[in-house]
């Protein structure tokens, strides 16, 4: 049923994140969804150089840092909407949940067909696919970071922009 | 609210303004989130049947005086039939 909003409009706001137009928003989930698979293709190219290893895992933990920065603030904008923490969600953030949660079925589908035709492109093309610690982490990485992430990410995508206060 | 939604046009933010309540207040006699009549006003939502009957009742309106598939017209020239002066 209706539920009200804890947010309170007469006190400071709070959490600039909440006011962000919807271009940054969207700039920022970007950052979110790429960050972490260019960090990792990167690292796998840093291994084979002769580079410290130290200076390896610092630059792939800076290069992990602007993702893990934006997934935060894909949850703060979200702020309970998607795990329902947030109590009371009125029908508005209902429709909008069910929304953000097709989109993320949708871009998971994209993801899963793309992956599957990319291996099979590769294996086709007389390649062996080994599946040993290094495919193995960064899989499992991305499975446990943006499975739980992408309705956040979604909802932050496709809310328009908040009416001002008056 | 979604491109293949059609518009449903209101007279929320005029009604609001009238009666002398703010979002919040609004909202919290209708039991939703604050940010859901910005966006309703705006057109961006278009409200639930049950939520614009609720709407309806507590303005003391029939709800196509407030909601419509429509646009608006300004009430004045609904209530005496012509336009305003000027325009």
Redesign the interface.
């Known amino acids: 049923?209706?539920?009200?909003?804890d947010?309170?409009?007469?006190t400071p706001i709070t959490s600039q994140v909440e006011y962000l137009p919807r271009s940054r928003r969207r700039l920022l989930v970007a950052i979110a969804l790429v960050g972490y698979p260019l960090a990792a293709a990167l690292l796998a190219g840093l291994k084979h150089t002769g580079l410290n290893r130290w200076l390896i895992l610092a630059i792939f933990l800076v290069l992990l840092l602007p993702t893990v920065a934006t997934l935060l603030l894909g949850y703060r904008y979200a702020r309970g909407r998607i795990d329902g923490r947030r109590g009371r969600?009125?029908?508005?953030?209902l429709?909008l949940r069910q929304?953000a949660y097709a989109l993320s079925h949708r871009v998971l589908a994209v993801v899963l067909v793309a992956a599957t035709a990319i291996t099979e492109i590769y294996l086709a093309s007389g390649n062996t696919l080994r599946f040993d610690a290094n495919t193995f982490w960064p899989v499992t990485t991305w499975v446990i970071i943006y499975i739980p992430a992408l309705p956040s990410l979604m909802l932050t995508w496709i809310e328009?922009d908040?009416?001002?206060?008056? | 609210m979604s491109d293949d939604q059609r518009r449903v046009h209101n007279r929320l933010a005029v009604l609001r303004t009238e009666r002398g309540l703010s979002r919040k207040q609004l909202a919290d006699k209708l039991g939703i989130n604050y940010q859901t009549i910005g966006y309703i006003e705006r057109g961006d939502y278009n409200p639930s049947l049950e939520l614009a009957l609720t709407i309806a009742q507590l303005f003391r309106l029939p709800v196509e005086a407030i909601f419509s598939l429509k646009p608006m017209t300004p009430l004045s020239e609904e209530i005496f039939g012509e336009p305003p002066a000027g325009a």
Request: aromatic share 0%; charged share 25%.
């Open positions: 049923m209706l539920g009200t909003g947010i309170d409009v007469n969600l009125d029908e508005r953030d429709a929304q328009t908040q009416p001002a206060d008056v």
